[in-house]
């Protein structure tokens, strides 16, 4: 359960932090005018991309841990070395394409359709 904390706080931190920097490139909410659907698109794809890429090296961490024979107890902070030893920084990513290809469209989409909903309620409510 730790991991998965550990990965899930800076995952949602780089998408919604990465969903606001990409509306602020594109000056929405300058004129106080909510974002059109595209706007919320493509700030949803930078937040994704964003998200799954911050917290692919901690899944990878975590997939080994969980593939280790039981009987061999490595904390995360050996296996983290021996990775780095064996293959690199670069290790810590590996899995980042498909998981891109995979789990992008669904955050993509979910994120877009609630970002939008979020702004046409707070039109409608006020």
Wanted: net charge positive.
């Amino acid at each position: 359960a730790g991991l998965t904390a550990m990965r899930n706080a800076p995952g949602s931190f780089a998408l919604f932090g990465g969903s606001a920097a990409a509306k602020c490139v594109m000056g929405v909410g300058e004129d106080g005018d909510r974002a059109t659907w595209t706007q919320d698109a493509i700030a949803s794809c930078v937040g994704a991309v964003a998200s799954i890429s911050v917290a692919q090296p901690l899944d990878v961490i975590k997939t080994r841990i969980q593939n280790r024979p039981f009987d061999t107890p490595e904390s995360g902070m050996t296996i983290l070395k021996r990775l780095i030893q064996n293959e690199g920084a670069g290790g810590l990513l590996k899995g980042l394409t498909p998981k891109l290809l995979v789990v992008g469209p669904k955050l993509i989409f979910s994120f877009t359709v609630a970002q939008h909903l979020i702004g046409y309620f707070e039109q409608a409510l006020k």
